[in-house]
């Protein structure tokens, strides 16, 4: 069983920045894509921005510009630099992790609150 462990989470005020972390409990295979997606209360977890090994990047059309995800392969690990943070970014950050094979297969962070208040 994979497992991820995630870190970064917290209160910001808003135009703040927050940095995420999510890696691997012990050495493991290299995941093919890993990113981060996000919840709130009462709606479906939602894309916020995924990475490929090689470096190709994805990104919600809500957080261009303002986040970054970066992977770092040798540890096997994702982050989420989040900048000019708004109220709206509120929610529990969840990172994700998928194989080369087989295709379907995913694992899920425990989630990392991020909340953005004055």
């Known amino acids: 069983q994979v497992q991820l462990v995630e870190s970064g989470g917290g209160l910001v005020e808003p135009g703040g920045s927050l940095r995420l972390s999510c890696a691997p409990a012990?050495?493991?295979?290299?995941?093919?894509?890993m990113g981060w997606y996000r919840q709130v209360p009462g709606k479906q977890r939602d894309l916020v921005a995924t990475?490929?090994?090689?470096?190709?990047?994805t990104y919600a059309d809500s957080v261009k510009g303002r986040f970054t995800i970066s992977r770092d392969n040798a540890k096997n690990s994702v982050y989420l630099q989040m900048d000019s943070l708004k109220p709206e970014d509120t929610a529990v950050y969840y990172c994700?992790?998928?194989?080369?094979?087989?295709?379907?297969?995913?694992?899920w962070g425990q989630g990392t609150q991020v909340t953005v208040s004055s």
């Open positions: 012990g050495n493991i295979f290299l995941f093919e894509v």
């Open positions: 990475m490929t090994n090689r470096a190709t990047a």
């Open positions: 994700n992790a998928r194989p080369f094979y087989p295709k379907d297969r995913q694992w």
